[in-house]
């Protein structure tokens, strides 16, 4: 079956239809449906599936081993996100094992199709944790302790999915089995369609971070509490809100956002004690990220200050630029036909697995580059020429 036939499988098994996008996360049951789905799909292609130790899923063309073909993405999904991302990379990956699977090749060298656990941090609120714990760019325990909105941990989650949370941490075995990654991801931002192409390569990952801005106020009532008695902590984070534009938009190529925000206790007639906030910052270089986030925090400060108020901010998450390496992005780009290279503002697994193996993305044209919301798209046509064109590359480097 075709990547975009594949596609609409996965679409009725993960689609949130009442609010019309998706929202699977970390170890919750929809994303539990996409796993069995995943499974059943991979056993057709009699590939052998096993699960690893932080709740990634590997399934083996062969039997595993090292230097090892690696291709796959993700399958849970933002708050709210689209069918494509992450999604798209992993039915590709099994679309292009069928298409090599039919054309009679079999690979040297160990083969397999992973699919990464919690890439969005949707859930507990670091990207791409299943591969940060793989390769140990996160401490386990600070993983076991994350908590998602409803203020369960990592490890109650996973341990009532049927995980062990004290297995959680960098698994040195499974790594050294990877020779080279390769993910295939929706386009993600406009590019492809202005260049009249159907797939890129990937070239960079700019750097990236999630902070957590804690205002703290006086809780009161709305009605019986004068403006010059208040120590309102919305009026700091409203404020601080508006610096994060003001302070990005001087910052060449910068992008910042604040997409979260929960006030304690959050009823219309009070006046909250704490808001949170969740700034994302993201800009190209190595360094200017925390600047920015410093200027910000700055702001923030002087805010909650005026207010009577007080404000904390915690580095929740922060990954530097990646840089693809040059020898597959070549190796690539001559197997198709020198296509256009693209570097991304968008984070994925593949940059957590860059410092430590050879890696490299394919992008699939978007029309309009939407993303994390239910207009994300990519035609039929594009889907399975991505497919097809990571069937070519995978044959090459897997040879
Ligand atoms: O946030 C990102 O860039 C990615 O979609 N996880
Ligand atoms: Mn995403
Ligand atoms: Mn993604
Ligand atoms: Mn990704």
Known sequence: MTASGLLDRIADVGRDRARGGYSRHAFDSAEGELREWFIAEAGWLDLEVETDRNGN???WWGSPGPDATVTGSHLDSVPGGGAFDGPLGVV???DAVGILQRKGFSPAKPFAVVVFAEEEGGRFGVPCLGSRLLTGSIDPDKARNLRDPDGNTLADAASRAGFDPARFGPDPEALSRIGRFLELHVEQGRGLIDLGAPVAVGSTVIAHGRWRF???GQGNHAGATLLSDRHDPMLPAALTIGAVRKLAASVPDARATVGRLVPTPGGTNVIASTVDLWLDARVPGSGLTEALVEEIAGAAEEAAAAEGCTVSVTKESYSDTVTFDSGLRDRMSGVLGGVPE???????????LAPHVPSGMLYVRNPTGISHSPEEFAEAADVDAGARALADVLENVAK
């Open 57 to 59: 899923i590997w399934a």
């Open 92 to 94: 590709s990956a099994l």
């Open 214 to 216: 804690s205002f703290q």
């Open 342 to 352: 693209l570097p991304t503002g968008a984070g994925h697994d593949a940059a957590i």
